[in-house]
C-alpha cells in the first residue's frame, strides 16, 4: 500500500508570497492531518479534514487555510508569507482519526528568504 | 503551555541493551498515547499506541507502559539496535466530543543514539 504523499518536496518562496501545499492519503484514509515542524516550537496541530469538512483547527492566523476533496486528497495554502513560516509541514492521514495512529509524510520543507 | 513533555533531549545506550524514554503529560483527558520515530528528511513513522484502559501494550522489541496516575507514558526497546538510533516523539489525544480526538499533541522529542 502507498504511503503519505507530498509534494512539493522542498519550496524557497519570499515574503509575501502565498504558497500551496499537496497531501495525497494512504489509500482508504479519509482524514487529513496538517503539522508544522519547527525547530523552537517541534510538531504543532494546523487543521484535520474529514469528509471534506474541517472538523478542528490548531492556534494558527487565519493565513493558514486547508482543504480536502472528495477523493480525499488534501491541499494547505499559506498566504502572505513571513520569514517565521519556515518549516516543514507535515501531513498525515488515518481512516477515521479517531483514536488511530496518523500516518505521516515526509513534508514539504518551505524556506521563506 | 506544554502538555506534552518530554525532558531528555537526548539519550545514549550501547547495542543490546534497554532504552528506556520517558513523557509526562498535563492534560488528564488525554486517553490516546502514541510514540513515533523520526530520521532526518523523512517524516515520522508510527511505532506503538497504547489507550488509557491499559497500562501496558508491547510490540516486538518495543514495549509502552501507561501511568495514569502518574500522567506518565514511557517506551522501552528491547534490546535496542543501532538502526534504532533516530528522534523519538511521544503523542497524545483525547477522545472527548469537542472534536480534540483529532489532533495529536507533540513532545519535543528525545534523540536516542544506539552505540555499536
Redesign the interface.
Known amino acids: 500500500k502507498a504511503g503519505?504523499t507530498?509534494t512539493p518536496r522542498y519550496l524557497i518562496k519570499t515574503r509575501g508570497q502565498q504558497v500551496t501545499l499537496s497531501c495525497s492519503p494512504i489509500s482508504g484514509h479519509r482524514?487529513v492531518?496538517w503539522?508544522q515542524q519547527t525547530p523552537g516550537q517541534?510538531?504543532?496541530?494546523l487543521f484535520?479534514y474529514?469528509s471534506e469538512t474541517q472538523?478542528?483547527k490548531?492556534n494558527f492566523p487565519g493565513r493558514f487555510s486547508g482543504r480536502q476533496f472528495s477523493n480525499s486528497r488534501s491541499e494547505m495554502n499559506v498566504s502572505t508569507l513571513e520569514l517565521g513560516d519556515s518549516a516543514l509541514y507535515?501531513c498525515?492521514s488515518s481512516e477515521t482519526?479517531?483514536?488511530q495512529?496518523?500516518?505521516?509524510?515526509?513534508?514539504t520543507r518551505l524556506s521563506i528568504l | 503551555d506544554q502538555q506534552v513533555k518530554q525532558n531528555s533531549p537526548s539519550l545514549s545506550v550501547q547495542e543490546g541493551r534497554i532504552s528506556i524514554l520517558n513523557c509526562d503529560y498535563t492534560n488528564s483527558m488525554f486517553?490516546?498515547f502514541?510514540w513515533?520515530k523520526k530520521y532526518p528528511?523523512?517524516?515520522?513513522?508510527?511505532l506503538i499506541?497504547i489507550?488509557s484502559i491499559k497500562d501496558k501494550n508491547e510490540d516486538g522489541r518495543f514495549t509502552v507502559f501507561l501511568n495514569k496516575s502518574a500522567k506518565h507514558l514511557s517506551l522501552h526497546i528491547v534490546p535496542s539496535q543501532p538502526g534504532d538510533s533516530a528522534v523519538y516523539?511521544c503523542?497524545a489525544?483525547t477522545?472527548n466530543s469537542g472534536?480534540?480526538?483529532?489532533?495529536?499533541?507533540?513532545?519535543?522529542?528525545t534523540l536516542l543514539t544506539v552505540n555499536p
Open positions: 503519505v507530498q482524514s492531518s503539522y517541534g510538531l504543532q496541530f484535520e474529514f472538523r478542528n490548531g507535515l498525515a482519526g479517531e483514536n495512529p496518523q500516518h505521516f509524510g515526509d513534508g | 486517553d490516546y502514541l513515533y528528511a523523512e517524516g515520522p513513522t508510527f499506541s489507550s516523539f503523542a489525544s477522545s472534536g480534540s480526538n483529532y489532533k495529536l499533541t507533540f513532545g519535543k522529542g
